[in-house]
């Protein structure tokens, strides 16, 4: 059980276009959604907190306007990058909980922007 | 803020040895604290998680420690398995209890 999907696993796109991802629970309800971004040999890095039905919690120096987040209903959350530049290039990993369960995580999604 | 550390970035063993993996972190005590698995270009897997009041947790061949004067957790794997490779992660909740930051993390590699 606790299955997080993510699409696309890969996505290579064009400087100043933008982006989204998308992250499903498929067999639980997902209170709460994580989205974090991962550089080569570094650890997850905290980008978002989402909560169904309200706005996303960015953390500090992650620029909200340039990452959307929704969190529509308890099985979907999109990331969005907008107008996307090759310092975005980056492996785009979510997460998603139900009340105090461990976090659940997708594969990922590897974005290169060229 | 909070500052997570693991003991080192990459960690060589033997088959058959017990691998211990440290995580510290600087500032308040979180409520739990838990630890991952991620194999590369995947998302982590939870393996397990201990609460502030638990001095030991054991799963299988795995056992974590929680000493909350230290600021710091141990994780064990007994009788390593090339297997085992892998890089685990430890990860505590935020002040808020509404965010997870997580260490950053440790690269094993157990050699047959």
């Known amino acids: 059980g606790a299955v997080v999907s993510q699409h696309p696993s890969r996505v290579i796109c064009k400087s100043g276009t933008s982006v989204k991802i998308e992250c499903r629970s498929l067999?639980?309800?997902?209170?709460?959604m994580f989205w974090y971004r991962q550089f080569p040999k570094q650890s997850l890095m905290l980008m978002a907190t989402?909560?169904?039905?309200?706005?996303?919690?960015?953390e500090q120096g992650v620029e909200k306007d340039k990452f959307l987040i929704n969190h529509a209903s308890l099985t979907l959350s999109t990331l969005t990058v907008t107008s996307a530049h090759p310092e975005d290039s980056s492996f785009y990993i979510c997460?998603?909980?139900?009340?105090?369960?461990?976090?659940?995580f997708g594969n990922g999604t590897r974005l290169t922007v060229t | 803020s909070q500052k997570i550390e693991q003991n080192s970035e990459a960690l060589n063993i033997q088959e058959g040895k017990t691998a211990t993996l440290t995580c510290n972190y600087t500032?308040?005590?979180?409520?739990?604290l838990q630890w991952y698995r991620q194999d590369p270009g995947r998302g982590p897997v939870f393996l397990l998680l201990?609460?502030?009041?638990?001095k030991e947790k054991r799963k299988e061949r795995l056992k974590v420690t929680f000493d909350t004067t230290l600021k710091q957790s141990l994780f064990h794997i007994t009788a390593s398995q090339p297997a085992d490779s892998a890089t685990y992660l430890c990860?505590?909740?935020?002040?808020?209890?509404?965010?997870?930051?997580f260490g950053t993390g440790t690269s094993l590699t157990v050699i047959p």
């Open positions: 990860a505590l909740e935020g002040p808020t209890g509404n965010q997870f930051y």
């Open positions: 989402s909560n169904e039905g309200s706005k996303a919690t960015y």
């Open positions: 201990i609460r502030e009041n638990e």
């Open positions: 997460s998603a909980r139900d009340a105090d369960s461990p976090l659940h």
């Open positions: 500032n308040y005590s979180p409520a739990y």
């Open positions: 067999d639980f309800q997902a209170t709460t």
